[in-house]
């Protein structure tokens, strides 16, 4: 267990600039995930850290200690990628210890640290496989085993959860979160998939083209992003984005060019049910919208329709009989959750606690 | 009907795969089949002379000392060129893995012998080797060293005789390696690195292991390679001096043209056949039980 911190870090590939002056600062015992779109310099950033590739400019310490010219072994991270990279000649318990027995690791603590990893990720019985016997997630549990029996500072993943089905990811993700728990070390965790970021991580950075957007808890992310790029990554399905002309006048603030709802705060109200449409102050409705397609998901459904040609959005919907592709009705928007954006983007924000909204409306 | 439709596209099928079975059968499997019927007889070519002799012309070589010696010369070649060449091939194939500006043009550059002529490669060597006048002797004597007279010294022969083939094939080799090495998931490298393996030891202990099948494979066919020599040979020693080259193919070349016993080469031919097919059912089992050991194709 051990902090992290990392300075202006900069990498560049011949002219092109990966990572730009980044700062980011993981409290020992914490799990950071890095979260961004492909191409954004988060899985540069795992490498940069684990000591695979130099940094251009900055520094990066571990504990305290800059580790920006030591080789990965020094650093005392070990590292778990989305391919597993398991020796394919090696036995599930060589591949394991192979690290340990490169460290000069007496041979019985060897022993011991492989009977115990492999009691905590259930590998007791595969120990003398070799991987190209084992399923997919058998093999990220041999990867995370090789991993932990080194005891490291940092854990670092790399996406090692994109390999697997639906249905398996969501068992691992639990596993990776009680491994967690119960190691109690420090991890940074790259991914894609904003689900995994939500429910694993202690704080999420959000990255984009090589900077760091924003660094926080996943609900104070989901609440108050910074930036329509933050509020469109967290979330899901995404954030809806309405230009304020959109809305009825007097709605938005001073210098917003963009109004941003979340699916779960807006529902569909179909024509004939207009009866609906006087909801109090709190609401804003918009239409006419035309629904273009309906998305049960079980518990509720999701309906993206037109309100007009290229404005689109998704909403809920909450009743029994769901509507059809064709139909009419308005889009009711829970005022209390519009978000402002300006033009470039950047989350605008009243001084004083929370938003002004619709209607001219102050509140309660 | 769906009867029919299968015949059909049964004919058809037979259709297409006519021409390559009439070649195939005509020069190659047709021949071959004659080479064994031949064996069993003796056959000189100009009096027209069929004479079955049963396993006669096997048992003469089973104790022809002539035979012996060219069995003996062909291992000797083998385990003059195998090693060397696979070696070799994996030394240059990892320094041309690590070294992705220079790949290309020295690729191209170790490749390069393989297109020649076995012919003109030969004579090549034969000026080379040149005692007297030769580029090679020339540059031992820089070294202080007096070459050897390669070509007619029966212990250097062999010597020049694998350097010649070595230096034409190796390029076969590195190609294939080069494959192999970039086959190596560079995920598997970067896992060493992290788990504290030094380079010599990322080398040793993943990236080896990981292209052994490849490696085996370089190595069994260099060794039919080496069995089925002839073109260089012919022209760079002619099986001398004192026979010390004379391997098998260029035995059967010589019993069958030379001394005009072509029912006694057939048996060789049948012999060699044996000999490569069963390196290579060696290769295709212990090939198969490494790709498994290793889970690596």
């Known amino acids: 267990m051990a902090n992290l911190v990392l300075e202006k870090v900069v990498k560049k590939f011949g002219g092109s600039t990966i990572i730009q002056e980044l700062d980011l600062a993981v409290e020992a015992g914490e799990f950071v995930v890095v979260v961004g779109p492909s191409g954004c310099g988060k899985s540069t950033l795992l490498r940069l850290i684990a000591g695979l590739e130099q940094v251009s400019a900055g520094d990066i310490q571990i504990d305290g200690r800059s580790v920006r010219k030591l080789s990965p072994k020094a650093r005392g991270v070990s590292m778990v990628f989305q391919n597993y990279a398991l020796y394919p000649h090696m036995t599930v318990r060589d591949n394991i210890s192979f690290g340990m027995k490169l460290a000069h690791i007496p041979e019985d603590e060897i022993r011991r640290r492989v009977t115990d990893a492999a009691k905590i990720l259930q ?19 041999v990867a995370m085993g090789r991993a932990m029996v080194r005891q490291p500072a940092i854990f670092l993943f790399d996406e090692p959860l994109s390999n697997l089905d639906a249905q398996l990811r969501v068992q691992m993700r639990a596993e990776i979160a009680a491994l967690h728990r119960r190691l109690n070390s420090t991890v940074v965790y790259v991914t ?20 760091l957007e924003q660094f926080a808890a996943p609900l104070e992310l989901y609440r108050n992003p910074v930036s329509r790029f933050v509020a469109s990554f967290i979330g899901s399905p995404s954030m809806n984005f309405l230009p304020v002309s959109a809305f009825p006048a007097g709605t938005g603030m001073y210098r917003a060019e963009w109004i941003g709802f979340r699916p779960e705060h807006s529902s569909f109200v179909p024509l004939k049910s207009r009866r609906d449409l006087d909801a109090g102050d709190d609401a804003i409705l918009l239409g006419t919208a035309g629904v273009k397609l309906v998305e049960p998901t079980g518990a509720l459904t999701h309906v993206h329709c037109e309100l007009a040609p290229g404005l689109d959005a998704v909403c809920e919907y909450r009743s029994e009989k769901l509507p059809v592709a064709g139909d009419e009705g308005f889009l009711k928007i829970n005022a ?14 009243e001084s004083g606690k929370g938003t002004k909204y619709g209607k001219g409306g102050k509140g309660k | 009907m769906t009867r029919i439709a299968e015949g059909e596209s049964g004919l058809k099928a037979w259709a297409f795969l006519a021409p390559a079975l009439v070649l195939l059968s005509a020069f190659v499997v047709g021949p071959a089949l004659f080479s064994v019927f031949l064996s069993f007889h003796d056959f000189r070519p100009f009096s027209f002379d069929l004479v079955h002799v049963g ?18 010369a062909t291992l000797r070649f083998v385990l003059y060129t195998v090693p060397a060449s696979v070696v070799g091939s994996l030394l240059i194939a990892v320094f041309l893995d690590a070294t992705p500006w220079f790949r290309s043009v020295m690729r191209t550059i170790f490749l390069l012998p393989v297109g020649i002529s076995p012919a003109m490669a030969a004579m090549l060597w034969i000026f080379l080797f040149n005692p007297s006048v030769g580029y090679l002797n020339y540059l031992l004597s820089l070294a202080g060293v007096s ?30 390696l080069l494959a192999a090495l970039a086959q190596v998931p560079v995920e598997l490298k970067e896992a060493a690195w992290i788990d504290g393996a030094n380079a010599f030891r990322r080398f040793f ?65 049948v012999m060699l056949f044996l000999i490569i097919g069963g390196v290579t059912v060696f290769q295709f089992v212990i090939g198969r039980k490494m790709e498994q050991a290793t889970g690596v194709r």
């Not at chain 1, 894609?192 to 900077?211: F, K, P, S």
């Not at chain 2, 396993?55 to 022809?64: I, P, T």
């Not at chain 2, 005789?161 to 590195?174: D, L, P, Y």
């Open chain 2, 147 to 176: 070459g050897p007279a390669w070509l007619t010294d029966p212990n250097w022969a062999p010597v020049a005789v694998s350097i010649a083939t070595v230096w034409k094939e190796i390029g076969f080799n590195i190609i294939f």
């Open chain 1, 336 to 349: 209390r959750e519009l978000m402002f954006f300006d033009g470039a983007g950047v989350r605008l924000v």
């Open chain 1, 192 to 211: 894609h998939d904003q689900t995994e970021a939500m429910t694993l991580a202690d704080r999420i950075a959000v990255m984009r083209e090589g900077r």
């Open chain 1, 123 to 141: 590998l007791a019985d595969l120990l003398d496989r070799k991987p190209h016997q084992l399923s997919g997630g058998q093999k990220q549990r």
């Open chain 2, 205 to 269: 202990h993943v990236t080896l292991p990981v292209i052994s099948p490849a490696l085996f494979f370089v190595m069994v066919v260099t060794a039919i390679h080496a069995f089925e020599s002839f073109g260089q040979i012919h022209i760079l020693t002619r099986g001398g001096p004192a026979g010390s080259t004379s391997v098998l193919v260029y035995q059967l070349f010589r019993d069958g043209f030379e001394n005009a016993r072509l029912g006694l080469a057939a048996a060789e031919a």
């Open chain 2, 55 to 72: 396993v006669d012309q096997y048992r003469e070589l089973a104790n022809s000392p002539d035979y012996r010696a060219s069995l003996v």
